[in-house]
């Protein structure tokens, strides 16, 4: 077959990760199809570096989620013919009409219907929500196939589009970390104890529960006093109103905020992090705590399903919407005797060992095979 797969995200983190890990992997393990991967200029250069085989790379120079998108990139991907296409992403444009997969990563924006996960004014928002339900809906009707991370995001899909059969949603888990970073990754990047928080700062997230959490863990005992909290993430509209907040609750001596931060960097934080919270109200694989996890970091998660289908009994759980529990669970982490926090580590890196990048690229290239039968 003569495969095209949408790389426009791959520098994004995120979706950037899963494509990034996915084309790849299936450079090495695919011999006998041919993939056109469509990328932004300056994309190519890096992704030519990471792949070899029968790979081809061509210009799309577009952003997601815009009106050139629907309308030049059809054409673009017309002029390759394609057996198959893939869309990592939901937005696919609604005038092709070639057959094509789609990842669905979650369904997030269908559950947080509120401006706060905006920088637009309400009706350009609302505008905007719109169009993304038409996108989403094409996209889950009309593909071949339907790629998700997790079960819960299977369940949810299937809840919501309730048209769609069982048997077009194919769940492939992703991985951690491909293979351990080398060159000072044991070495500390921040002194003393820290707990750590990876990822965006959008409303679904909960950093500001977690917050109003930390802020109450530090004066609940003495000895919590020198406890950092590392935020890493993107500086963006997001992350000044958690900015702000942190102003507003007099803890900025006790948060650390980093951005941009490589593998290497990543390895080091986890590995040496007093544990790993990660509150979300939604997530679609949390890729975070399977990082964390095998990375040797305890971690503390809200308890939603993904969760425990991704952590089972690895994590220490909090309720996302109690901010006393979350500080109750933080503490408890921070409290664990050096036997049971091995045992938990322990128990962390069994469980990420389960999820590997180079599986779910063995897993897509036999929904890509079953999708020629279709």
């Known amino acids: ?86 869309f990592p992403y939901f937005s696919v444009p609604i005038f092709y009409s070639k057959p094509f997969i789609v990842t669905i990563h979650d369904l997030i924006v269908n559950r947080f219907n509120t401006g706060r996960a905006s920088t637009l004014p309400l009706p350009l928002y609302f505008a905007k929500r719109a169009g993304y339900h038409a996108v989403l809906s094409n996209a889950i009707y009309r593909a071949k196939k339907i790629i998700v991370p997790s079960n819960a995001v299977r369940d949810d899909l299937l809840k919501t589009y309730l048209n769609i059969s069982s048997s077009k949603v194919e769940v492939t888990y992703e991985g951690g970390f491909s293979q351990k970073p080398k060159a000072n990754s044991q070495q500390p990047i921040v002194e003393g104890r820290y707990l750590l928080r990876v990822g965006n700062f959008y409303p679904h997230k909960n950093v500001d529960s977690l917050l109003l959490a930390f802020k109450d863990f530090l004066y609940d005992n003495y000895e919590n006093h020198d406890v950092k909290l590392v935020l890493v993430g993107k500086k963006d509209f997001f992350f000044k109103r958690i900015e702000k907040q942190i102003e507003e609750l007099n803890v900025g001596a006790n948060v650390i905020f980093l951005e941009n931060a490589k593998d290497s960097e990543l390895f080091s934080l986890y590995s040496n992090a007093v544990a790993t919270i990660i509150p979300s109200f939604s997530e679609g694989f949390s890729l975070t705590a399977v990082e964390a996890l095998g990375c040797g970091s305890p971690v503390v998660v809200s308890d ?56 779910m690229a063995e897993q897509t290239l036999a929904i890509y095979t079953s999708s020629k039968m279709l």
């Open 1 to 86: 077959m003569r495969i095209g797969i949408d790389c426009r995200l791959w520098n994004e983190t995120g979706v950037g990760r899963y494509i990034r890990n996915l084309v790849s992997n299936l450079s090495k393990i695919d011999k006998k199809n041919e993939y056109v991967l469509f990328a932004k200029t300056q994309d190519e250069k890096t992704i030519r570096s990471v792949v070899s085989g029968q790979l081809s790379v061509v210009h799309a120079d577009m952003s997601w989620h815009g009106i050139t998108e629907q309308i030049r990139l059809p054409k673009i991907l017309n002029e390759q013919n394609l057996d198959l296409m893939h």
């Open 304 to 359: 939603i399903p993904v969760h425990r289908e991704i952590c089972s009994n690895a994590a220490i759980y909090c309720n996302p919407n109690d901010i006393n529990d979350i500080r109750q669970k933080i503490n408890f982490a921070c409290s664990l005797i050096e036997e049971s926090r091995n045992e938990l580590i322990a128990q962390g890196k069994k469980q990420a060992r389960k999820f590997s990048w180079e599986k």
